[in-house]
C-alpha cells in the first residue's frame, strides 16, 4: 500500500557507518539549536569551541577576482564549462607557484598536481588509487577523526595501525620529549604490520603539533625502503607559529614515495568554496585521475579560475605571504589568548600549538561525559577527545578558529568552565 512500503536496504558499509556514529557527530548535534533551546540554555549565550573552522577574512583580491569573472560575460561563460579532471594547467602551475614562493619548493610542476573538491574528497579519492582490501595504514594516536570513516568508505578491509604520539599520563607530546621512543616504536608497529600508507597531518588536528623533522625523515626512510606511500595532511600548512621544518619544502620529484594534500579551506577561508590540491609523483597523479574521472569528473572551474588569477597577481606583489604572515599573527595570538585563558581558568596539562586551530586539554576523566556535562551546565562547547584516539579518551579539544577576533570570548568561554568545574 502506497505509504506503508519501506525502501530496500541500503548498503551494508553505509548502515554499519550510520549505526556508529562517532563522538564529534554525536556532539555537534547535540549543539544543535533546537538541542540547545531544550536544555533550558540560550543558544546566543553558548560559546563554541567546537568548530574546526577558520574566521580570518579571505584576502581581497581573492574577492575581487571572483567579482572580475562574474562581471565578465566570456569569462562567466568560461567557468560554467568543465575544466580537465585534474584541473585547470594554469591553475596546476600557480600552485607549484605558490609552493615555491612561500616554502621554497623547488622541482615541482604542474604535473605532481592534481586538483579536487577539497582534501576530503581528495583524501578519499587518494585512498582509492593506493590501497587494496586487507592493506595496513598507519595512523598517529591521536590525528584526525574522519580518516576512519573515510577508508571505511574508499577500500573495505583495512587494517588500521596506529603509533601513539601523546602520554595519556604525562600529557607529553612524545614525537618532541621522547623522539628516540617513538622511532622506536613505529619501527616495531611497521615490523609487525607492513602498512602500505602512512598518513599524518602537519600541524595536526587535533593537537596542533608539527610532527618534527628527525621522525618525518625515520618514517621517510623506512618507507622508501619498503616501498610504501607516506601522506602529509596540510590542511593547516599555512598555519605555523615558528619557521616550519625542512619536510615543508619537499617536493615529490624529489620524494617519489611522498603525497602531499592541500585544501584552500583553512589558509584563504574558503572552507565551502570548494578546493584543494594532491602533489605527487606523476605515476599516483594518473591514478587519482582514474579515480576523479568517476567521482567528481572535474573540479570547479569557478574556484579554479580566481585562484589563478589571484595567486599570479599575489604572488608577483608579495601580497601573498604578507597576507599568509598576518594571518599567522593574528592565529598565534588566539592560540596565546587560549593557553593562557586554560592556565588561568582551569590550571589542566595542555599542549601549546605550534600551528593550526586547536589546543587539547586533559580534563583527567572520561571527556564524552565531560563535554555532555559541560555543556549543559555552563552553555560552552569544546569537543571530546576519543573520536581522535584511544589517547585522548580523557581530553578534549579545545579550538580557538572560530574566535579568532575575539580574545573575550575565548577568556569568557574558558573562565565559565573554570568555575563549573573548581565550583
Ligand atoms: C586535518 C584535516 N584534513 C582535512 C580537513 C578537511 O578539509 P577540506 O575542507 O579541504 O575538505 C580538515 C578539516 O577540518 C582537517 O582538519
Not at 37 to 65: C, K, Q, T, Y
Amino acid at each position: 500500500m502506497p505509504g506503508t512500503l519501506q525502501p530496500p536496504a541500503l548498503s551494508r558499509i553505509v548502515q554499519t557507518q550510520i549505526a556508529s556514529p562517532s563522538p564529534i557527530r554525536q556532539i555537534m548535534k547535540m549543539a544543535e539549536r533546537q538541542n540547545i533551546i531544550d536544555l533550558g540554555l540560550n543558544p546566543d549565550e553558548v560559546i563554541s569551541f567546537g568548530g574546526g573552522w577558520v574566521n580570518h577574512a579571505a584576502p581581497e583580491a581573492f574577492r575581487e577576482a571572483y567579482e572580475a569573472i562574474a562581471r565578465d560575460p566570456a569569462l562567466f561563460h568560461q567557468s560554467g564549462g568543465y575544466s580537465a579532471t585534474l584541473g585547470m594547467d594554469e591553475c596546476r602551475e600557480q600552485i607549484a607557484a605558490l609552493e615555491a614562493h612561500l616554502f621554497g619548493m623547488r622541482a615541482i610542476t604542474a604535473a605532481n598536481i592534481a586538483i579536487g573538491l577539497g582534501s576530503t574528497q581528495l583524501t578519499h579519492d587518494l585512498m582509492r588509487a593506493l590501497l587494496n582490501p586487507g592493506d595496513a595504514i598507519l595512523l598517529l594516536d591521536p590525528t584526525y577523526a574522519n580518516y576512519e570513516g573515510q577508508l571505511a568508505f574508499a577500500v573495505g578491509g583495512v587494517k588500521i595501525a596506529t603509533l601513539p604520539v601523546l602520554d595519556p599520563e604525562t600529557w607529553a607530546y612524545l614525537p618532541r620529549t621522547e623522539p628516540d621512543r617513538v622511532i622506536e616504536q613505529f619501527n616495531r608497529v611497521w615490523d609487525q604490520e607492513r602498512p602500505r600508507l602512512v598518513l599524518f597531518c602537519a600541524p595536526d588536528n587535533p593537537t596542533s603539533q608539527i610532527v618534527p623533522q628527525p621522525i618525518v625523515d625515520a618514517i621517510m626512510a623506512r618507507a622508501a625502503r619498503d616501498h610504501a606511500y607516506v601522506a602529509i595532511d596540510f590542511a593547516y600548512k599555512c598555519q605555523y607559529f615558528a619557521p616550519p621544518p625542512a619536510y615543508y619544502a619537499w617536493s615529490p620529484e624529489e620524494y617519489p614515495n611522498l603525497i602531499a594534500i592541500h585544501s584552500n579551506s583553512k589558509w584563504a577561508r574558503g572552507l565551502g568554496r570548494r578546493l584543494g590540491w594532491i602533489e605527487a609523483a606523476r605515476g599516483v597523479i594518473d591514478g587519482l585521475e582514474r579515480v576523479q574521472q568517476c567521482s567528481i569528473l572535474c573540479p570547479d572551474t569557478l574556484q579554479q579560475m580566481t585562484l589563478t588569477r589571484y595567486l599570479k597577481a599575489a604572488i608577483a606583489d608579495g601580497s601573498l605571504a604578507r597576507y599568509v604572515a598576518e594571518t599567522n599573527a593574528a592565529y598565534q595570538r588566539a592560540a596565546g589568548a587560549t593557553i593562557a585563558a586554560v592556565d588561568r581558568h582551569l590550571g589542566l596539562p595542555r599542549l601549546e600549538p605550534s600551528g593550526g586551530l586547536y589546543t587539547v586539554v586533559d580534563v583527567r576523566r572520561d571527556g564524552d561525559a565531560f563535554v555532555r556535562e559541560a555543556l549543559r551546565e555552563t552553555g560552552v562547547l569544546v569537543i571530546p577527545g576519543r573520536g581522535f584516539g584511544r589517547t585522548l579518551a580523557n581530553g578534549v579539544r579545545i579550538s580557538f578558529g572560530p574566535l579568532v577576533h575575539d580574545l573575550a570570548k575565548i577568556d569568557e568561554g574558558l573562565a565559565r568552565l573554570g568555575k563549573w568545574m573548581h565550583q
